[in-house]
C-alpha cells in the first residue's frame, strides 16, 4: 500500500501544452522531493522543499516549477512541454533516521509519473 | 563530476546462487549508505541501509559491506530469488546535504 501516490502515472503531450504533475502523501513529512530519471541513468534531485510555502531548486536545473501550500501536496508544473522534458519524474517525501553521529532522509518514493513530449 | 558510481549496468545469477553488487564513491563526507531497489513502472523501495560507523549491516538475506577505506561498498543477496530481478540503486548520504546522491543503478536478473 502506497503512502505517497503520484498522478498520472503515464502522460503522453505535446509541445507547447501545459503539464502539472500531482504528489501527495499521507505520511507527515515535511521534507518532500522531485526526481528525474532517464533510464540506465542516476536519479537527478530537480526540486525540494523543507515544508509549506518552501522550496528550493535541485542539482539539475530544470524548466520545471513547484509549490507547497499543503503538507501533504507537492504539485510540479511545466508550463510550455518540450520533447526535452520527456522523462520519469519521481516524487518522494522523507524521514531521518540516525545511527550514532550519521543519518540521512531515507526517502519514500511514489510510483513515479512517465513524461512523453511529442 | 558522478560522484556515486554503479560500474556494472547488469547482473545475471542463477536463483539459489548469490547477488553481490558493488557501488563506489569518490566523496569522503559521505556517512550514510542506502540501498533501493525498482521494479519497472514503480518507484525505487527502500531496502537497507549502513552508516559509517558500521562495516556490515544485515537484514534477513541481505547483507550491506562498507570499506571506508576503499570507498567501496557491497550488496549481497543470498539466496537469489527470481523476485529480487529489479534494478537495484547505491545512495548516499552526507550532513548539511538536502538529498541522497544516487547512482546509476545496477539491473539484476535471477534466473530460475
Known amino acids: 500500500e502506497a503512502d505517497i501516490y503520484q498522478t498520472p502515472r503515464y502522460l503522453v503531450i505535446g509541445t507547447g501544452k501545459k503539464i502539472t504533475l500531482e504528489c501527495s502523501q499521507t505520511?507527515?513529512?515535511?521534507?518532500m522531493y522531485w526526481y528525474q530519471q532517464d533510464p540506465g541513468m542516476e536519479l537527478h534531485l530537480i526540486h525540494y522543499?523543507?515544508?509549506?510555502?518552501?522550496?528550493e531548486k535541485g542539482d539539475l536545473s530544470s524548466e520545471s516549477t513547484v509549490s507547497r501550500i499543503r503538507t501533504e501536496h507537492f504539485p510540479l508544473t511545466l508550463e510550455s512541454a518540450r520533447p526535452s522534458h520527456t522523462s520519469q519524474y519521481l516524487c518522494?517525501?522523507?524521514?531521518?533516521?540516525?545511527?550514532?553521529?550519521?543519518?540521512?532522509?531515507?526517502?519514500?518514493f511514489g510510483a513515479g509519473s512517465r513524461l512523453t513530449v511529442l | 563530476d558522478q560522484q556515486v558510481k554503479q560500474n556494472s549496468p547488469s547482473l545475471s545469477v542463477q536463483e539459489g546462487r548469490i547477488s553481490i553488487l558493488n557501488c563506489d564513491y569518490t566523496n569522503s563526507m559521505f556517512d550514510y549508505f542506502l540501498w533501493y531497489k525498482k521494479y519497472p513502472a514503480e518507484g525505487p523501495t527502500f531496502l537497507i541501509s549502513?552508516?559509517?560507523?558500521?562495516d556490515k549491516n544485515e537484514d534477513g538475506r541481505f547483507t550491506v559491506f562498507l570499506n571506508k577505506s576503499a570507498k567501496h561498498l557491497s550488496l549481497h543477496i543470498v539466496p537469489s530469488q527470481p523476485g529480487d530481478s529489479a534494478v537495484y540503486f547505491c545512495?548516499?548520504?552526507?550532513?548539511?546535504?538536502?538529498?541522497?546522491?544516487f547512482g546509476s543503478g545496477t539491473r539484476l536478473q535471477v534466473q530460475p
Open positions: 505520511m507527515g513529512h515535511d521534507k
Open positions: 549502513i552508516s559509517s560507523i558500521k
Open positions: 545512495a548516499a548520504s552526507q550532513p548539511g546535504r538536502r538529498a541522497l546522491t
Open positions: 518522494a517525501s522523507s524521514e531521518y533516521r540516525t545511527e550514532g553521529a550519521a543519518g540521512a532522509n531515507v526517502l519514500t
Open positions: 522543499s523543507y515544508g509549506v510555502n518552501s522550496t
